[in-house]
């Protein structure tokens, strides 16, 4: 019986917690586009790479506009230029637990509206 107990302590002691790695910004973030004053509807993703580079992609993956990024705490922005010219803003806040950001986005057409995004890849 003693052995018993000392075995099962020993799987308890052995047991290692579940830490989540540090957050980390670049990857891809998918999410849903919409125009004020729609409700977000359409793809939007955009992949996060280091030194600052942002790239706007399709859904099929597709690179459509390059452009540039920043972290500042919670605080994300971005700007990118589609190849039609078209300039986009986006600025959002990060939840870093949920791997979330919930932002708004205005192009230099004069339309604007908002894009929560989830992280997709690590």
């Known amino acids: 019986?003693?052995?018993l107990v000392s075995l099962a302590g020993s799987f308890v002691a052995c047991k290692k917690d579940n830490v989540n790695p540090p957050f980390v910004i670049e990857g891809k973030w998918e999410g849903k586009l919409g125009t004020a004053p729609n409700s977000p509807n359409s793809y939007f993703a955009i992949q996060i790479k280091p030194g600052g580079v942002l790239e706007?992609?399709?859904s099929s993956g597709a690179v459509t506009g390059t452009g540039t990024w920043q972290l500042a705490g919670n605080q994300f922005?971005?700007?990118y230029t589609f190849t039609s010219g078209t300039v986009v803003e986006i600025t959002g806040n990060v939840d870093k637990g949920s791997n979330k950001v919930s932002g708004n986005w205005?192009?230099?057409g004069n339309e604007y509206g908002s894009c929560p995004a989830s992280k997709t890849n690590f």
Do not use: Q
């Open 1 to 3: 019986m003693m052995l």
């Open 56 to 58: 706007r992609l399709n």
């Open 77 to 79: 922005s971005g700007t």
């Open 106 to 108: 205005e192009n230099s």
